[in-house]
């Protein structure tokens, strides 16, 4: 069973920054995609960024230069670097492990953001 822990949110101001880290309970060397999703409440989840093995890596536009995804496969975790943060990147950010189809989610950590 895989499990997928996320932690590192909290309360910022705008302007500062944040790591969120998905500790994984399997091997992430092998496996084809993860990602960062965000959801408020009453809206769909969305893609923050995704990171596959393969090295490619994309971005939504309204995250674009601001926040950086990244693996540390010897830890099996995956990172996301949250800089210049706005107060609408409030949400709760979930950790998505992609393994050619079968999706596994992170409980969440909320991210809020004081203007």
């Known amino acids: 069973q895989v499990q997928l822990v996320d932690s590192g949110g909290g309360l910022v101001q705008a302007g500062g920054s944040l790591r969120l880290s998905c500790a994984a309970s399997?091997?992430?060397?092998?496996?084809?995609?993860m990602g960062w999703y965000r959801q408020a409440p009453g809206k769909q989840r969305e893609l923050v960024a995704r990171?596959?093995?393969?090295?490619?890596?994309n971005y939504a536009d309204s995250v674009k230069g601001r926040f950086t995804i990244s693996r540390d496969k010897d830890k099996n975790t995956v990172y996301l670097q949250m800089n210049s943060l706005k107060p609408e990147d409030k949400d709760i950010y979930y950790c998505?492990?992609?393994?050619?189809?079968?999706?596994?989610w992170g409980q969440g950590t909320q991210v809020t953001v004081s203007s």
């Open positions: 998505n492990l992609d393994n050619h189809g079968l999706h596994y």
């Open positions: 399997v091997s992430i060397f092998s496996i084809n995609a």
């Open positions: 990171n596959t093995k393969g090295g490619s890596t």
